[in-house]
């Protein structure tokens, strides 16, 4: 595949929620499934189900969901409960000087979760790294050689740029062209560039694993906006909280926040992740010695491999551009549906 030297903004007008349903449809499907016409287009939703306890529930059926649209209530007309579906993996990775002494635990753990994860012949993956600039290590690809080629890249940063369009080549937004682990932090724009840039592209099911200590120091766009980007993208955020022990407030996972260059005020990254994961419909993880970092990824494949895929057809029309809020419940008390909390209809 061909990559530009310099990855352009497109417009966030265009949205991947509503799909063809003949790209929907997986391998394994409730045999009650509704058959649609040609041309007729779904909501899609992938959601994974756990009890109390934390166990994954892989059980449920089309009868035991219940779903609304802005209040309104909808029918799911398509449902599987296995997806045989590409599904695509972004790995953003916090190279910055407060995460650097963490890198080569990120870098192990992130080789050791592709190769458990990627189907080489169905699934693709791209690698992202950002500290003062956002860089592309690795393009899309089903190669666990290229990908491991570019993990081990992680600490040189030796990939292409990824730029908004419009901008020069001198410097990204709020980077300061300095050196490497000198300062900056774009994490909102790497969400955003890699939602809005490679994932609005791909069909399928979707995931961006964010490793950060979720402190953003100089991105030109905002949280919101590397939000939206990933909702209009279709894609789910797992987020993790990797610090550096020497450098969080409070030890390993502390999520007390701090000041940033200047003395400047800056959100609990915890919240920062906690927020990116929830509206898009992922998971937060925190890794810690009683959770290592091998058990989060762990974690995160059980979730891949254990999606319900549904469909609907909203009852109501809207504003072509106004985002939808969707809940997503089961009839049985009890369990926690994960899954995305809007979209953005096109």
Known sequence: MAFPNKISRRSLLSAASLIPVSRLLGSSQDPQDTTFKAGVKVVSLFATVRDRKGQIVSDLTRDDFLLDE????????YFSRETNLPLTIGLLVD????TRRVLPDERSASDRFLRQVLRETKDLAFIIHFDFEVELLQELTSSRVKLEKALDMLETGQGQRLQRRGQSPGGYPGGGGGRRGGGGTLMYDAVFLAADELMKKQTGRKALILLSDGVDNGSRLSLSSAVESAQRADTLVYSIL??????????FGGGMGRRGMGGMNHPDGKKVLEQISRETGGRFF???????IDTVFASIEEDLRNQYSLGYTPTAAG???EYRRIHLT????????????GYYPT
């Open 70 to 77: 802005d209040g309104r209530t909808q029918t799911i007309a």
């Open 95 to 98: 190279t910055s000087g407060s």
């Open 242 to 251: 990797f610090e550096d022990p020497s450098t969080a407030s409070g030890g």
């Open 286 to 292: 925190e890794v810690s010695r009683r959770q290592p």
């Open 319 to 321: 504003p072509a551009d």
């Open 330 to 341: 089961t009839r049985q008390k009890g369990l926690i549906v994960q899954t995305r909390e």
